[in-house]
């Protein structure tokens, strides 16, 4: 199968001199699961942000559904990033909108001009996204402020709006990093129906090993900005998560965590 | 109460600071009353003129009686007050277009932020009644010309103050409609707007307030509307009716504040 994203010898160098990412060669197929675990700071985030390219590669090519990423501009970038559903740690709504409004937000890059302007959405959009919310089991909260929902509800919020963009590839930002673990474990298991269900890539950047371990179909080590695993997750053994977080620094397994490893 | 050597160090060194700035302070304040040429002293000293001008000729305020008078000055307050809602709202609007473009976080063109609030700035520092005078001279008066001089400060202030209110915006709700694909206006529409709309709308009453006094101020010198029937009366001595108006401006003052501050608050909520 084609994969849907390649990285082609990525670096990424920020203008302070920082490496934040040192040539990665990766490719994402449909249907995959990638979770992409490393220490803090060790360029996850700079690796989501390139797909869609919130923030631009130094060198190397990233390749989005056969087109390279640095060469667009304007109406192809944005007809790109389409394809592409984010779903971040802090979620990013826009908490003074209504629920429904923040998961039509996924439409927004569909629509042109004047109707993209006063969000004049068509009706089967909205009937859409009314029937998803009601799915993620937010039903009663459509006409709730995006701000009035606990971080659980958010994030399910966020999810909405990623698939209303009909993409192809989802990318998740530590999206059960500030969550309780109830919350996490349905989170996890909403983005890996929905990838299923949908045949998308899902790359999600995660902390907790268990929760990549449960659900990845491959998994993605980074340290200090290079790629030092890439496999399954029953190959990532002692000696794997010590190339990665470095020995001695492998994080403990939270109960709750393991609970949910079915 | 033990010597004053037993106090540590930090406080003796605050009562020195202030000492030496309640010093300077004295220091300062004589000489500039010596430039002005001014003794403080000398309004509670010669105060009987001022005081028999307040008392004789300003009061008591008395309603005009002649045919017409009347309705004038309210004609008067009325254009004031249209004076201030128009130029605070052609201001505001033109205010939220230009202050996208002063904000980094927001702007397209981040590089040109700067100069954007620096000429923003650059215009507000010069008060209103400045711009009504050149703008007189060039244009000639009227409460045309007055509406232009108010809504060009109004129009820096708020670029200022809405430019502030989405640097304030959390950068993650933009950052989501980026990634979707959605258009600059798009995520003005959907992103900035919705998120800022309390902030502007109070930044805007403020202007309202601000522009009523204004608005007095800039037709006594050209502007129309009730600063000029003032400025009429005044010239004419005609000190009772003057009192009358005076009086009325501060009622109008007081009522825009009171309903704005009023509505502001709801807006917090």
Known sequence: ?262 | MPPDRALPEAVRAERRAYALFFGALLLVVALCTWGVAFNPFELFGKGDAFWTFLSEDFWPPRIPQREGRLEAILAGIGVTFAMAVASATVAAVLAFLVALFASERVSPFPRLAPLVRGAATFVRNIPALVWAFILFSSLGIGTGVGFVALTLSSLAFLVRAFAETMEDLSQDGLESLLAIGATFPQRVAHGILPSCLGGFVSWYLYSLEVNIRASAVVGMVGGGGIGLVLFSYIKAFNYHVAFFIILLIAALVIAVDWMTGRLRKELAL
């Open chain 1, 1 to 262: 199968m084609q994969p849907i994203l390649s990285f082609r010898n990525v670096s990424k160098r920020y203008a302070n001199g920082a490496h934040a990412l040192e040539d990665i060669t990766l490719d994402i197929r449909p249907g995959e699961f990638v979770s992409v675990i490393g220490p803090s700071g060790s360029g996850k985030s700079t690796l989501l942000r390139l797909v869609n390219r919130l923030i631009p590669a130094t060198s190397g090519h990233v390749i989005l559904d056969g087109r390279d990423m640095a060469r667009l501009r304007g109406a192809d970038l944005r007809a790109q990033r389409r394809k592409v559903g984010m779903v971040f740690q802090n979620y990013n709504l826009v908490h003074r909108l209504s629920v429904f409004q923040n998961a039509l937000h996924g439409r927004l890059g569909h629509l042109g001009g004047l109707r993209g302007l006063l969000g004049l959405y068509a009706e089967a959009d909205k009937r859409r996204a009314f029937d998803l919310l009601v799915s993620l089991g937010l039903g009663a909260f459509c006409y709730a402020r995006a701000g009035e929902l606990s971080g659980g509800q958010k994030q399910r919020v966020g999810i909405a709006r990623a698939i209303m963009q009909d993409p192809k590839i989802l990318l998740c930002d530590e999206p059960i990093a500030s969550l309780d673990p109830a919350s996490a474990k349905t989170i996890m298991e909403t983005l890996r129906d929905e990838t299923r269900r949908r045949n998308l890539a899902c790359v999600v950047n995660l902390h907790q090993l268990d929760v990549a371990r449960a659900y990845s179909t491959r998994i993605v080590g980074l340290r200090q900005g290079r790629l030092v695993f890439d496999g399954a997750p029953d190959a990532l053994d002692a000696a794997a998560l010590a190339r990665i977080y470095g020995p001695g620094h492998v994080p403990a397994a939270a109960p709750e965590e393991a609970a949910h490893a079915s």
